[in-house]
C-alpha cells in the first residue's frame, strides 16, 4: 500500500474529532478551501483517514465549485487519498458524489495504479454514471421531439 505525505493543521482536519465536534465546525463556517503546507484541504484529510461521516459532511457544506476534486502539491483529490490509505468506502463515497476517478496526479499515477481491487469496486460507479449519462440523453432527446 502506497503513502502520502500528511501535515494536517486546520482544526476540522485533525481526525482524532468526533463527527459531531467537525459537523459543529462545518456549521460555524470552519473554512473548506483552507490548505495545510503540502495543500491538504479537510476533505482530504477525512478521506486519508477514513471518516466516512466527516466526507460527507465536507461534502454537504461545500460551497465552491471543484472542492471534491481539489488536489494537493501531488495532484492528489480526496478519492486518491481515500484509496491509497485503503478506504473503500469512502473512495466509493466521494465517487458517488461525484468525484473525478479518472484523472491521473502529477505524476502520471491512477488509482488502478494503487490498489486493483479500489478501482474495480469504482467500476460500479463508472457503470452507473455510464447508464445515467444515457438515461440523461435519452429524456433530452424525448424533450427535444
Known sequence: MHTLP????TPISRLSLSCLQAQALLTGGAAL?????VGTTPLMAAA??????????CLDAGHYTGYIDARDENGYSAVFHACA????DVAK??????????TPTRAG?????LDESINSSLDEVREARKVR?????ANAEALAE
Not at 463515497?93 to 479518472?102: H, K, S, T, V
Open 109 to 113: 499515477r491512477t488509482l488502478a495504479n
Open 133 to 137: 449519462a444515457a438515461q440523461e440523453a
Open 48 to 57: 486519508q483517514g477514513g471518516n466516512a461521516e466527516i466526507v460527507t459532511a
Open 33 to 37: 478551501a483552507h490548505r495545510d503546507l
Open 93 to 102: 463515497l466521494l465517487a458517488e458524489r461525484g468525484a473525478d476517478i479518472d
Open 6 to 9: 500528511s501535515v494536517s493543521l
Open 85 to 88: 490509505y485503503g478506504h473503500k
